[in-house]
């Protein structure tokens, strides 16, 4: 009962983002790309990343390493893969430095930003690895 009290609170606290807001967000992409500078050894893979970032962000509608990287303008997901896999750089100072412009950005230092994705129903023909399960979006036991 509580915890049900408790989700309905957040529920009232949170933000409904919509396509508008996550556009304008793209503006801050330079300004992040700039923080983000001396945790890439090379600049090939900051530009990368920095693509990767607009790729989850984008309308494609499925976000593997193929269409992340046309996306990008490259023909094969080969540097995208290289970005997670192997290239130098420093995940957990970049990870603390994302915190620290979230918190900034906000303005406030409790506030938390959480995407769930859990919200969008996972059904059609581009839909991989889904099983029945019960979603709240659907009020029911869906895909």
């Known amino acids: 009962m509580n915890s049900n009290r408790e989700s309905q609170t957040n529920r009232q606290n949170a933000v409904d983002v919509d396509v508008e807001m996550v556009e304008g ?3 801050e992409l330079g300004v992040l790309q700039g923080r ?4 890439f050894a090379r600049s090939e893979t900051r530009h990368r990343a920095i693509a990767y970032i607009k790729g989850l962000l984008s309308d494609i509608p499925r976000k593997n390493g193929w269409q992340l990287a046309e996306q990008a303008g490259e023909t094969t997901p080969d540097g995208m893969q290289r970005l997670l896999g192997s290239s130098v750089w420093d995940a957990e100072a970049v990870r603390t430095e994302l915190q620290t412009y979230i918190v900034e950005a906000l303005g406030e230092t409790e506030a938390g930003l959480v995407v ?3 919200g969008f129903l996972k059904q059609g023909p ?3 690895g889904v099983k029945r399960q019960y979603s709240g979006t659907a009020g029911r036991i869906a895909n």
């Open 25 to 27: 967000w793209g503006g």
């Open 36 to 39: 983000l500078r001396r945790y």
């Open 126 to 128: 581009f839909s991989a």
């Open 116 to 118: 769930d994705e859990a």
